[in-house]
């Protein structure tokens, strides 16, 4: 049975407007956080001044905030009900009948409407903005002309040479060119061949370009090359493509990048995790407030809420920790992207809809 629609607008209200204060807290306060670490790390940086700072802190917060979303709706889902609860307004519907299923259905459509919009509007405007602060940190804090990343790449092609796998240190300035290059190679029937080491390799259309060479082979003696050629499938646009944090690519985009990147036997597990982790979090935002719930819902004259609410704050903390902890999981190969990310939401949901059943109806 729905609830009234009054009643229905009233909670929803209540919802928006709690779970909006905790996310614009967590947001602000973020944003504070990182503004002050940013111009710590200015220091006499001629390029980063105090106004460039804080637009580059705007830019970097929301995608550090989209993470702290499902505590915002859990922790406004509680502040929600603990204050209709304190003001006796659950007290009163469920004297005219309404149950806690009933007045619970505002909350869990506030909360896979925000789910959905997280995932479609809010996602892609946070990730052109981490893209657009990852230029500008590069400009304000660049010393030199060639940064490199830190970040260790592995890649794999097939090629007229034989088949080879790339390990490479980082990448210029985020490019399609690799530092610190080491290079496995294999013939048809994926026996290795030899070994190549390089201080620096560069992808241009159809070849590798290898600068400072060194050719190692059990058969023959180790030979240095001042530049020395691969075939490759690979095109520079994919590769810049492939160093791109998944957290940067907008919801809208990620299919096509996750195709393009196993078609060209690029390694797509981070961004079919992220993929399958954005479908999942309407549901997680359901599970949120089904924890919510069970935790928000004893009245007030019986005393024993706060223990209650110290109950809910270790379960959010639990199911984060589910979460990140499937998320490597993921990561890592060990299980699917799609039962890592959906696996933390449907039990949550489960566990919050056992909890409040049994408070409810014995």
């Known amino acids: 049975m729905l609830i009234g629609r009054t009643l229905g607008l009233y909670f929803s209200r209540q919802f928006i407007k709690t779970i909006f204060i905790v996310f614009a807290t967590v947001f602000t306060?973020?944003?504070?956080?990182?503004?002050?670490?940013?111009?710590?790390?200015?220091?006499?940086?001629?390029?980063?001044?105090?106004?460039?700072?804080?637009?580059?802190?705007l830019f970097r917060t929301p995608a550090i905030a989209e993470q702290v979303m499902p505590f915002a709706v859990l922790f406004g889902s509680m502040a929600a009900l603990l204050q209709l609860s304190r003001k006796l307004e659950l007290v009163v519907a469920r004297a005219a009948g309404v149950s806690a299923w009933q007045f619970l259905q505002p909350g869990l459509l506030v909360a896979l409407t925000l789910g959905i919009l997280s995932v479609t509007v809010y996602n892609p405007v946070s990730a052109h903005l981490k893209q657009q602060a990852s230029d500008l940190e590069a400009k304000a804090f660049a010393s030199r002309s060639g940064q490199v990343s830190e970040k260790v790449i592995w890649l794999r092609q097939k090629s007229q040479d034989g088949q080879a796998v790339f390990r490479a240190d980082g990448s210029l300035n985020d490019s399609?060119?690799?530092?610190?290059?080491?290079?496995?190679?294999?013939?048809?029937?994926?026996?290795?061949?030899?070994?190549?080491?390089?201080?620096?390799?560069?992808?241009?259309?159809?070849?590798?370009?290898?600068?400072?060479?060194?050719?190692?082979?059990?058969?023959?003696?180790?030979?240095?090359?001042?530049?020395?050629?691969?075939?490759?499938?690979?095109?520079?646009?994919?590769?810049?493509?492939?160093?791109?944090?998944?957290?940067?690519?907008?919801?809208?985009?990620?299919?096509?990048?996750?195709?393009?990147?196993?078609?060209?036997?690029?390694?797509?597990?981070?961004?079919?995790l992220h993929y399958d982790l954005l479908m999942a979090r309407p549901l997680l935002?359901?599970?949120?407030?089904?924890?919510?719930?069970?935790?928000?819902?004893?009245?007030?004259?019986?005393?024993?809420?706060?223990?209650?609410?110290?109950?809910?704050?270790a379960a959010g903390f639990m199911l984060y920790v589910a979460t990140e902890l499937m998320a490597e999981l993921g990561?890592?190969?060990?299980?699917?992207?799609?039962?890592?990310?959906?696996?933390?939401?449907?039990?949550?949901?489960?566990?919050?809809?056992?909890?409040?059943?049994?408070?409810?109806?014995?």
């Open 29 to 57: 306060l973020v944003y504070t956080l990182d503004f002050v670490e940013l111009m710590r790390r200015a220091g006499d940086t001629e390029n980063a001044t105090p106004a460039l700072m804080a637009q580059l802190a």
């Open 176 to 272: 399609a060119t690799l530092v610190g290059v080491t290079i496995y190679m294999f013939d048809d029937a994926g026996a290795f061949t030899h070994r190549i080491e390089s201080k620096e390799a560069t992808l241009h259309e159809g070849f590798w370009e290898l600068k400072d060479a060194r050719v190692l082979s059990a058969t023959e003696e180790p030979q240095s090359h001042d530049r020395y050629l691969i075939a490759s499938s690979l095109q520079p646009s994919q590769l810049r493509q492939s160093f791109i944090d998944p957290d940067s690519v907008p919801f809208w985009d990620l299919p096509d990048t996750i195709d393009r990147l196993k078609n060209s036997d690029i390694n797509a597990t981070t961004y079919q």
């Open 331 to 362: 990561a890592s190969g060990i299980i699917s992207s799609g039962v890592a990310a959906w696996f933390p939401a449907v039990v949550g949901s489960l566990l919050g809809t056992l909890a409040l059943l049994y408070q409810e109806d014995g």
């Open 285 to 313: 935002f359901i599970a949120m407030v089904f924890v919510a719930a069970s935790v928000s819902l004893r009245f007030f004259r019986f005393g024993g809420v706060a223990m209650l609410v110290l109950g809910g704050v």
